[in-house]
């Protein structure tokens, strides 16, 4: 084994995985087929397919050459319509898509960042110096830069980063008790921590993990000050919003903006070339959309504006927009908890899974661009999760068809509903937005099969608090999605993961779950996967419903933008804005 396992595995990977039909090369990130450890699949292709119905692959637009980096003009505010919500502060908590992009990405580094999950599969280093050193299956060694400084605001004061300060990011979630620390799990597989020299990191793990790189470039893997926990007990709250990152926190306004300025200090200098960055809450669609077209700000993507207005604005400024669409990892669903109530019965959950119209749903509320999704890892993530050719083996895929509506209501009548003994169901749901209109239809389909909802309207960050608390027996919501398939699973489903918000335990599952964190070898794991997956589609905890693209619109102004499919803030290091470009004309300073 040398040290160059990493580089060696991802190009393997990378010459042998492609993404739905072939439109992008894929490792289905590093840490998911170049694993902890020596083993590899050979040479075959394990996932793919093609979208249907025709459509071209899901990463349609490719990005522009950047521009090179000595052209890059400094200053400037970078405003985009993201919203002003907050759920958490701590990074090690569990903070959703709300906080992470618009604020924590600008203001934390991590160990390794993803460049793009679904489109390259690539990991890169942030502060560490290069892809980890593995001289066996259980040892890794971690390289940092020097020079990577905390922000110079007290209690951190500018001082550098260290191993020592690694280590205690990594212990502070391995130890925790408290059940904020949801990605706990990802770190109890360190058995020690080592600090040989204050720029080197020696974990030993207590057996092979598959997806520990993945995790390290992690969402939730932010590097925080222990001098900000000591202070002030943990590091939720605002100012102990201290980072490596790019940006330095300098206010935020509840449902008004995020903001954060340039840290002169970066290690990556001259970057970041921004002077600020501003996330702002539009009220609704409409000022989004006018927002956009009068370049208050500068991007804007799908979800804030509907697809027809996304289309509309693109045929409006041909030449001075840029437009992209990529593969997305957030994923819809229903989740139940299944150890009490209606919702105990397998049959209820499955028949529910088997009367809704995902293709219908897809065709009106998506405009035919989403993709399916079963129970476990989204179809968008290949290749991991199960293609549409393979649910559509399963019952209600992918348009509920009058068999699979007959079976669902008598698996109802043996678990005694009908016509007269309907199954009332109070479902909390995200909205305004796009997930209640998908409810509205999914509430006719249920009808079909004895069951009648009534939508509660809910708040993502609310329902984030309520299913950590086991307070909902259905709920109806998105999830950030993720880069390696145990997130997904180990993290939903294993009995004592703390992540587990449906009471599911399963010892065949569990054990599953434990095989397929354990195997190194990327083909024999993903075998393992598709297990998994087949059990949970059949016991169905968890109904998956559909991924849509994620739509970017941008002005061209706006230089060097990297897309990616979680709403990646991560790169606005390397982001300027060019007051030459023509389309920067009438844009407010």
């Not at 209690?155 to 620390?181: C, H, I």
Request: charged content about 25%; hydrophobic content about 35%; some cysteine.
């Amino acid at each position: 084994m040398d040290d160059n396992y990493w580089e060696r595995s991802i190009r393997k990977t990378l010459r042998r995985r492609r993404f739905l039909g072939g439109s992008a090369a894929l490792t289905a990130g590093a840490a998911g087929l170049a694993l902890l450890g020596c083993g590899g699949g050979g040479d075959d292709d394990n996932g793919g397919g093609t979208t249907p119905g025709g459509q071209p692959s899901v990463n349609q637009s490719p990005t522009p050459t950047p521009v090179p980096k000595e052209q890059a003009v400094q200053g400037g505010t970078f405003r985009f319509g993201a919203g002003a919500l907050l759920d958490i502060w701590d990074p090690h908590w569990n903070a959703s898509s709300y906080t992470l992009s618009p604020l924590l990405a600008q203001v934390y580094n991590k160990l390794y960042k993803w460049e793009s999950p679904i489109s390259s599969g690539k990991i890169l280093p942030d502060i560490a110096s290069a892809l980890p050193e593995q001289p066996n299956d259980t040892t890794v060694i971690i390289k940092l830069r020097k020079g990577v400084k905390f922000h110079n605001k007290a209690p951190m004061s500018g001082r550098e980063l260290t191993a020592a300060d690694v280590k205690w990011n990594m212990e502070r979630q391995r130890d925790a008790t408290d059940p904020k620390f949801q990605r706990k799990y990802q770190y109890v597989g360190i058995d020690k921590i080592e600090t040989p020299d204050n720029y080197t990191v020696k974990l030993t793990m207590k057996e092979p993990l598959a997806p520990f790189l993945s995790y390290l470039a992690g969402q939730w893997a932010f590097m925080i000050g222990r001098e900000v926990v000591e202070q002030y007990g943990d590091a939720n709250r605002e100012e102990a919003c201290i980072g490596t990152g790019a940006f330095i926190h300098k206010e935020f306004k509840p449902d008004a903006y995020h903001l954060q300025a340039r840290n002169p200090e970066y290690f990556l200098g001259p970057q970041p070339y921004l002077e600020q960055v501003q996330s702002i809450a539009l009220a609704d669609t409409a000022a989004s959309e006018a927002a956009f077209r009068t370049k208050k700000i500068d991007y804007t993507y799908l979800g804030r504006l509907p697809y027809a207005t996304v289309d509309k604005i693109r045929k409006d400024f041909p030449n001075e927009v840029r437009y992209q669409k990529m593969g997305n990892l957030y994923f819809d669903y229903y989740r139940f908890t299944v150890d009490s109530g209606p919702f105990k019965d397998a049959r209820v959950r499955q028949a529910i899974s088997a009367a809704i119209n995902r293709q219908k749903i897809n065709e009106f509320i998506h405009q035919g661009f989403a993709t399916l999704n079963g129970a476990g890892v989204p179809s968008t993530l290949q290749p991991w999760g199960f293609t549409e050719q393979k649910l559509a083996t399963y019952p209600g895929y992918p348009n509920a068809s009058d068999a699979a509506i007959a079976d669902a209501r008598k698996a109802m009548e043996s678990a005694g509903y009908s016509d007269s003994k309907r199954l009332s169901v109070k479902l909390p749901v995200i909205s305004p937005g796009i997930i209640a209109d998908q409810a509205e239809m999914e509430k006719e389909d249920l009808k079909k099969v004895y069951i009648e909802i009534e939508i509660v309207p809910d708040t993502f960050p609310s329902l984030l608090t309520k299913q950590t608390k086991k307070e909902m027996p259905i709920w109806r919501a998105q999830d950030n999605g993720y880069e390696d398939p145990d997130e997904y699973l180990y993290g939903s489903f294993f009995s004592t993961s703390s992540r587990n918000f449906f009471n599911f335990n399963n010892p065949d599952v569990d054990a599953l779950l434990l095989k397929q964190r354990r195997t190194l070898d990327a083909t024999q794991r993903k075998a393992v996967v598709d297990e998994l997956q087949d059990k949970l589609m059949k016991d169905a905890p968890q109904i998956g419903l559909n991924s849509t693209p994620a739509h970017y619109l941008s002005w061209n102004y706006l230089k060097n933008r990297k897309e990616s499919e979680w709403l990646n803030m991560y790169q606005a290091e390397e982001v300027w804005i060019d007051p030459k470009d023509p389309s920067a004309s009438g844009r407010p300073s």
